[in-house]
Protein backbone atom coordinates (compact mmCIF):
# COMPACT_ATOMS: atom_id res chain seq x y z
CA UNK A 1 0.00 0.00 0.00
CA UNK A 2 1.26 3.48 -1.01
CA UNK A 3 -1.43 5.34 0.80
CA UNK A 4 -0.05 4.06 4.20
CA UNK A 5 -2.21 5.14 7.44
CA UNK A 6 -0.84 6.83 10.17
CA UNK A 7 -0.45 4.37 13.20
CA UNK A 8 -2.06 7.22 15.49
CA UNK A 9 -5.62 7.50 12.98
CA UNK A 10 -6.70 4.22 14.72
CA UNK A 11 -7.17 3.85 18.25
CA UNK A 12 -6.53 0.10 18.37
CA UNK A 13 -7.57 -0.18 22.26
CA UNK A 14 -11.17 1.51 20.86
CA UNK A 15 -11.30 -1.38 17.51
CA UNK A 16 -10.74 -4.32 20.43
CA UNK A 17 -13.21 -2.93 22.24
CA UNK A 18 -16.09 -2.32 19.92
CA UNK A 19 -15.01 -5.49 17.79
CA UNK A 20 -15.24 -8.02 20.85
CA UNK A 21 -18.69 -6.47 21.62
CA UNK A 22 -19.77 -6.80 18.14
CA UNK A 23 -18.36 -10.69 18.39
CA UNK A 24 -20.08 -11.36 21.35
CA UNK A 25 -23.40 -10.15 20.77
CA UNK A 26 -24.07 -10.90 17.41
CA UNK A 27 -21.39 -12.86 15.61
CA UNK A 28 -21.28 -15.54 17.77
CA UNK A 29 -24.55 -16.33 17.54
CA UNK A 30 -24.25 -16.20 13.73
CA UNK A 31 -21.92 -18.32 13.47
CA UNK A 32 -24.12 -20.69 16.03
CA UNK A 33 -26.38 -20.88 13.04
CA UNK A 34 -23.98 -21.36 10.72
CA UNK A 35 -22.35 -24.04 12.55
CA UNK A 36 -25.64 -26.17 12.39
CA UNK A 37 -25.86 -26.38 8.74
CA UNK A 38 -23.98 -29.19 7.34
CA UNK A 39 -22.88 -27.00 4.18
CA UNK A 40 -20.30 -29.72 3.13
CA UNK A 41 -18.10 -28.83 0.31
CA UNK A 42 -18.89 -30.49 -3.22
CA UNK A 43 -16.30 -32.85 -2.65
CA UNK A 44 -17.88 -34.14 0.46
CA UNK A 45 -21.38 -33.35 -1.32
CA UNK A 46 -21.70 -34.16 -5.15
CA UNK A 47 -25.70 -33.36 -4.69
CA UNK A 48 -24.82 -29.62 -3.17
CA UNK A 49 -26.92 -28.40 -5.77
CA UNK A 50 -30.08 -30.10 -4.39
CA UNK A 51 -28.90 -29.80 -1.15
CA UNK A 52 -29.21 -25.75 -1.35
CA UNK A 53 -26.86 -25.60 1.93
CA UNK A 54 -24.47 -23.58 0.32
CA UNK A 55 -27.27 -21.17 -1.03
CA UNK A 56 -28.55 -21.20 2.13
CA UNK A 57 -25.27 -20.12 4.56
CA UNK A 58 -24.17 -17.92 1.37
CA UNK A 59 -27.79 -16.49 1.42
CA UNK A 60 -27.77 -16.00 5.15
CA UNK A 61 -24.25 -14.28 5.72
CA UNK A 62 -25.36 -11.79 2.75
CA UNK A 63 -28.49 -10.72 4.99
CA UNK A 64 -26.45 -9.88 7.91
CA UNK A 65 -23.90 -8.23 6.07
CA UNK A 66 -26.38 -6.16 4.42
CA UNK A 67 -28.50 -5.64 7.87
CA UNK A 68 -25.00 -4.18 8.92
CA UNK A 69 -25.52 -1.28 6.63
CA UNK A 70 -22.43 -0.06 6.23
CA UNK A 71 -21.88 3.06 4.33
CA UNK A 72 -20.60 2.47 0.88
CA UNK A 73 -20.98 -1.22 1.03
CA UNK A 74 -22.48 -3.01 -1.64
CA UNK A 75 -23.07 -6.87 -2.18
CA UNK A 76 -24.67 -9.36 -4.47
CA UNK A 77 -24.42 -13.12 -4.56
CA UNK A 78 -22.48 -13.93 -8.24
CA UNK A 79 -23.46 -17.17 -9.63
CA UNK A 80 -22.23 -19.22 -12.41
CA UNK A 81 -23.90 -21.86 -14.47
CA UNK A 82 -22.74 -25.22 -12.91
CA UNK A 83 -20.33 -23.90 -10.33
CA UNK A 84 -21.04 -23.18 -6.30
CA UNK A 85 -22.20 -19.09 -5.94
CA UNK A 86 -19.96 -16.83 -4.69
CA UNK A 87 -20.48 -13.55 -2.25
CA UNK A 88 -18.97 -10.35 -3.40
CA UNK A 89 -18.60 -7.17 -1.82
CA UNK A 90 -17.71 -3.87 -2.59
CA UNK A 91 -17.43 -1.00 0.36
CA UNK A 92 -16.25 2.10 -1.76
CA UNK A 93 -13.10 3.65 -0.54
CA UNK A 94 -13.30 7.36 1.68
CA UNK A 95 -9.40 7.94 1.24
CA UNK A 96 -9.06 10.55 -1.60
CA UNK A 97 -8.85 9.33 -5.29
CA UNK A 98 -9.63 5.86 -3.28
CA UNK A 99 -12.30 5.33 -6.03
CA UNK A 100 -9.95 5.96 -9.46
CA UNK A 101 -9.78 2.86 -11.67
CA UNK A 102 -6.12 2.82 -10.74
CA UNK A 103 -6.49 3.34 -7.08
CA UNK A 104 -4.72 0.26 -4.66
CA UNK A 105 -7.96 -1.68 -3.72
CA UNK A 106 -7.76 -4.42 -0.77
CA UNK A 107 -9.41 -7.58 -1.50
CA UNK A 108 -10.76 -9.86 1.62
CA UNK A 109 -11.02 -13.80 1.21
CA UNK A 110 -12.72 -15.86 2.94
CA UNK A 111 -15.31 -19.03 2.27
CA UNK A 112 -18.61 -20.54 3.91
CA UNK A 113 -18.23 -24.29 2.84
CA UNK A 114 -16.77 -26.56 5.16
CA UNK A 115 -15.00 -29.99 5.62
CA UNK A 116 -17.02 -33.09 6.26
CA UNK A 117 -18.26 -34.43 9.77
CA UNK A 118 -14.85 -37.28 10.46
CA UNK A 119 -14.90 -38.67 13.37
CA UNK A 120 -12.92 -37.96 16.92
CA UNK A 121 -15.75 -35.21 18.73
CA UNK A 122 -15.98 -35.31 22.22
CA UNK A 123 -19.14 -37.83 23.44
CA UNK A 124 -20.92 -33.61 24.29
CA UNK A 125 -19.58 -32.16 21.08
CA UNK A 126 -20.40 -32.89 16.98
CA UNK A 127 -19.94 -30.83 13.79
CA UNK A 128 -23.33 -29.72 13.31
CA UNK A 129 -24.60 -28.81 17.38
CA UNK A 130 -22.33 -25.82 18.31
CA UNK A 131 -21.38 -25.54 21.59
CA UNK A 132 -19.83 -22.45 23.15
CA UNK A 133 -17.43 -23.15 26.12
CA UNK A 134 -14.73 -21.69 28.16
CA UNK A 135 -14.53 -19.19 25.30
CA UNK A 136 -14.42 -21.25 22.26
CA UNK A 137 -16.76 -22.25 20.04
CA UNK A 138 -17.19 -25.84 18.73
CA UNK A 139 -18.61 -27.36 16.13
CA UNK A 140 -17.79 -27.78 12.31
CA UNK A 141 -17.12 -24.30 9.78
CA UNK A 142 -17.04 -22.10 12.56
CA UNK A 143 -13.03 -21.48 12.59
CA UNK A 144 -12.48 -22.66 8.66
CA UNK A 145 -13.78 -20.69 7.51
CA UNK A 146 -17.29 -19.08 8.68
CA UNK A 147 -15.65 -16.48 10.77
CA UNK A 148 -14.38 -14.60 7.56
CA UNK A 149 -16.90 -12.71 6.17
CA UNK A 150 -17.78 -11.55 10.24
CA UNK A 151 -14.34 -10.62 10.64
CA UNK A 152 -13.84 -8.65 7.27
CA UNK A 153 -17.19 -6.75 7.88
CA UNK A 154 -16.63 -5.92 11.54
CA UNK A 155 -12.93 -4.65 10.90
CA UNK A 156 -14.77 -2.24 8.14
CA UNK A 157 -17.16 -0.98 10.93
CA UNK A 158 -14.36 -0.59 13.08
CA UNK A 159 -12.50 1.78 10.73
CA UNK A 160 -15.68 3.67 9.72
CA UNK A 161 -17.01 4.39 13.32
CA UNK A 162 -13.43 5.70 14.01
CA UNK A 163 -13.89 7.93 10.91
CA UNK A 164 -10.23 6.21 9.73
CA UNK A 165 -10.60 6.74 6.04
CA UNK A 166 -9.80 3.18 4.31
CA UNK A 167 -8.87 2.50 1.20
CA UNK A 168 -11.59 0.71 -1.43
CA UNK A 169 -12.20 -2.61 -0.15
CA UNK A 170 -13.30 -5.77 -1.70
CA UNK A 171 -14.99 -9.60 -0.56
CA UNK A 172 -14.70 -12.87 -1.73
CA UNK A 173 -16.33 -15.34 -0.03
CA UNK A 174 -16.31 -18.72 -1.80
CA UNK A 175 -17.97 -22.18 -1.28
CA UNK A 176 -15.50 -24.68 -2.95
CA UNK A 177 -12.40 -23.82 -1.04
CA UNK A 178 -12.20 -27.54 0.43
CA UNK A 179 -12.55 -28.99 -3.16
CA UNK A 180 -9.47 -27.03 -4.12
CA UNK A 181 -11.19 -23.60 -4.90
CA UNK A 182 -11.71 -25.52 -8.29
CA UNK A 183 -14.78 -22.63 -8.83
CA UNK A 184 -12.66 -19.68 -7.65
CA UNK A 185 -10.80 -18.99 -10.80
CA UNK A 186 -13.47 -18.95 -13.27
CA UNK A 187 -14.92 -16.34 -10.51
CA UNK A 188 -11.73 -14.32 -10.37
CA UNK A 189 -11.91 -14.04 -13.97
CA UNK A 190 -15.49 -12.96 -14.40
CA UNK A 191 -15.01 -10.52 -11.75
CA UNK A 192 -12.16 -9.40 -12.98
CA UNK A 193 -13.20 -6.07 -14.48
CA UNK A 194 -14.52 -5.01 -11.07
CA UNK A 195 -11.51 -6.11 -8.93
CA UNK A 196 -8.94 -2.79 -9.84
CA UNK A 197 -5.66 -2.53 -8.61
CA UNK A 198 -5.67 -4.98 -5.89
CA UNK A 199 -2.78 -4.95 -4.14
CA UNK A 200 -3.27 -6.60 -0.83
CA UNK A 201 -5.05 -9.93 -0.42
CA UNK A 202 -6.04 -10.55 3.38
CA UNK A 203 -6.88 -14.32 2.91
CA UNK A 204 -8.78 -14.92 6.35
CA UNK A 205 -8.59 -18.85 6.01
CA UNK A 206 -5.16 -19.89 7.70
CA UNK A 207 -4.35 -20.80 11.48
CA UNK A 208 -3.02 -19.41 14.53
CA UNK A 209 -0.54 -20.73 16.61
CA UNK A 210 -2.05 -19.51 20.49
CA UNK A 211 -4.51 -17.26 20.95
CA UNK A 212 -2.64 -14.34 22.81
CA UNK A 213 -1.08 -12.62 19.80
CA UNK A 214 -2.05 -11.59 15.73
CA UNK A 215 -1.00 -14.74 13.49
CA UNK A 216 0.16 -13.83 9.83
CA UNK A 217 0.69 -17.15 7.60
CA UNK A 218 3.66 -15.99 4.91
CA UNK A 219 4.15 -19.27 3.15
CA UNK A 220 2.15 -23.10 2.87
CA UNK A 221 3.36 -25.75 1.89
CA UNK A 222 1.70 -27.10 -1.63
CA UNK A 223 -0.28 -29.92 -1.85
CA UNK A 224 -0.68 -32.37 -4.86
CA UNK A 225 -3.71 -34.93 -4.19
CA UNK A 226 -5.26 -37.55 -6.39
CA UNK A 227 -6.43 -41.27 -6.57
CA UNK A 228 -4.31 -44.36 -7.27
CA UNK A 229 -6.22 -46.97 -7.86
CA UNK A 230 -4.61 -50.39 -9.30
CA UNK A 231 -6.56 -53.41 -11.14
CA UNK A 232 -5.74 -56.50 -11.57
CA UNK A 233 -8.74 -58.79 -11.10
CA UNK A 234 -12.20 -58.22 -11.23
CA UNK A 235 -12.84 -60.83 -8.63
CA UNK A 236 -11.22 -62.74 -5.73
CA UNK A 237 -9.47 -65.90 -6.50
CA UNK A 238 -8.80 -68.51 -3.66
CA UNK A 239 -5.63 -68.66 -1.62
CA UNK A 240 -3.15 -71.19 -3.77
CA UNK A 241 -4.66 -70.70 -6.72
CA UNK A 242 -3.21 -67.62 -8.02
CA UNK A 243 -0.20 -66.57 -6.27
CA UNK A 244 2.90 -65.56 -8.87
CA UNK A 245 0.30 -65.80 -11.75
CA UNK A 246 -1.70 -62.62 -10.83
CA UNK A 247 0.40 -60.03 -10.18
CA UNK A 248 -0.41 -58.60 -6.51
CA UNK A 249 -2.12 -55.10 -6.49
CA UNK A 250 0.06 -53.97 -3.60
CA UNK A 251 2.89 -54.75 -5.01
CA UNK A 252 2.51 -52.58 -8.64
CA UNK A 253 1.18 -49.64 -6.44
CA UNK A 254 4.82 -49.82 -4.47
CA UNK A 255 6.22 -49.45 -7.48
CA UNK A 256 4.64 -46.64 -8.57
CA UNK A 257 4.76 -44.37 -5.63
CA UNK A 258 8.52 -45.56 -5.48
CA UNK A 259 8.69 -43.23 -8.56
CA UNK A 260 8.21 -40.51 -6.55
CA UNK A 261 8.92 -40.98 -2.88
CA UNK A 262 11.91 -42.74 -1.55
CA UNK A 263 9.86 -45.12 0.92
CA UNK A 264 12.86 -45.60 3.26
CA UNK A 265 13.30 -41.79 4.23
CA UNK A 266 9.96 -39.75 2.67
CA UNK A 267 12.17 -37.83 0.21
CA UNK A 268 10.50 -36.95 -2.80
CA UNK A 269 12.11 -38.24 -5.74
CA UNK A 270 11.74 -35.66 -8.75
CA UNK A 271 13.64 -32.50 -8.79
CA UNK A 272 10.82 -30.19 -9.76
CA UNK A 273 9.18 -30.79 -5.86
CA UNK A 274 11.77 -29.10 -4.71
CA UNK A 275 13.21 -25.66 -4.12
CA UNK A 276 15.36 -23.48 -2.46
CA UNK A 277 13.63 -22.56 0.33
CA UNK A 278 14.57 -18.47 1.42
CA UNK A 279 16.79 -17.96 4.34
CA UNK A 280 13.79 -15.55 5.37
CA UNK A 281 11.26 -18.02 5.48
CA UNK A 282 13.31 -20.24 7.68
CA UNK A 283 13.75 -17.88 10.53
CA UNK A 284 10.55 -16.96 9.90
CA UNK A 285 9.87 -20.75 10.69
CA UNK A 286 12.33 -20.72 13.67
CA UNK A 287 10.44 -17.47 14.84
CA UNK A 288 7.09 -19.47 14.83
CA UNK A 289 8.51 -22.55 16.38
CA UNK A 290 9.80 -20.15 19.53
CA UNK A 291 6.56 -18.77 19.53
CA UNK A 292 4.35 -21.92 19.61
CA UNK A 293 7.12 -23.93 21.87
CA UNK A 294 6.65 -20.59 24.44
CA UNK A 295 2.89 -21.03 24.29
CA UNK A 296 2.93 -24.36 24.98
CA UNK A 297 5.16 -24.23 27.85
CA UNK A 298 3.04 -21.26 29.44
CA UNK A 299 0.05 -23.98 28.63
CA UNK A 300 2.04 -26.70 30.73
CA UNK A 301 2.94 -24.43 33.54
CA UNK A 302 -0.30 -23.24 34.28
CA UNK A 303 -1.68 -27.24 34.15
CA UNK A 304 0.59 -27.91 36.36
CA UNK A 305 0.08 -25.06 38.80
CA UNK A 306 -3.68 -26.28 38.02
CA UNK A 307 -3.01 -29.62 39.26
CA UNK A 308 -0.92 -28.92 42.92
CA UNK A 309 -4.11 -26.07 42.92
CA UNK A 310 -6.64 -28.60 42.96
CA UNK A 311 -4.30 -31.71 44.86
CA UNK A 312 -4.20 -28.52 48.19
CA UNK A 313 -7.49 -27.62 47.93
CA UNK A 314 -8.99 -30.90 47.36
CA UNK A 315 -6.76 -33.72 47.32
CA UNK A 316 -8.53 -34.84 44.27
CA UNK A 317 -7.58 -33.91 40.38
CA UNK A 318 -8.31 -30.85 38.30
CA UNK A 319 -11.43 -32.30 36.24
CA UNK A 320 -13.61 -33.07 39.03
CA UNK A 321 -11.69 -29.77 40.91
CA UNK A 322 -12.69 -27.04 37.94
CA UNK A 323 -16.26 -28.37 37.86
CA UNK A 324 -16.22 -27.28 41.35
CA UNK A 325 -14.65 -24.40 41.54
CA UNK A 326 -16.76 -22.92 38.42
CA UNK A 327 -19.76 -23.53 40.50
CA UNK A 328 -18.66 -21.51 43.46
CA UNK A 329 -22.85 -20.88 44.37
CA UNK A 330 -22.84 -24.26 45.44
CA UNK A 331 -20.44 -24.57 48.42
CA UNK A 332 -21.84 -27.12 49.91
CA UNK A 333 -21.11 -29.82 47.09
CA UNK A 334 -19.17 -32.54 48.65
CA UNK A 335 -16.18 -33.52 46.99
CA UNK A 336 -17.21 -36.73 47.07
CA UNK A 337 -19.74 -36.66 44.63
CA UNK A 338 -18.80 -37.48 41.47
CA UNK A 339 -19.87 -36.72 37.95
ZN1 LIG B 1 -10.45 -22.96 5.05
Redesign the pocket.
Known amino acids: MNARMPSSALNAAQALEQVSQKWDNDIVGQLKDYIAIPAKSPMFAPDWEQQGLLDTVLRNAASWVQAQQVPGLKLEIVRMPGRTPVLFFEVEGTQPGANAADANTVLMYG?LDKQPEFEGWRSDLGPWTPKYEDGKLYGRGGA??GYAVYASVAAVQALKSQNVLPPRILGIIETA??SGSRDLLPYVDALRPRLGNVDLVICL?SGAGNYDQLWLTTSLRGMASGTLKVEILTEGIHSGDASGVVPSSFRIMRQVLDRLEDSATGRMLPASFHCEVPAERLAQARATTQAVATATEAQRDFWLADVDLQLALYSTSPGAGAARLSSPATPSESPAQGH
Open positions: HDDEED
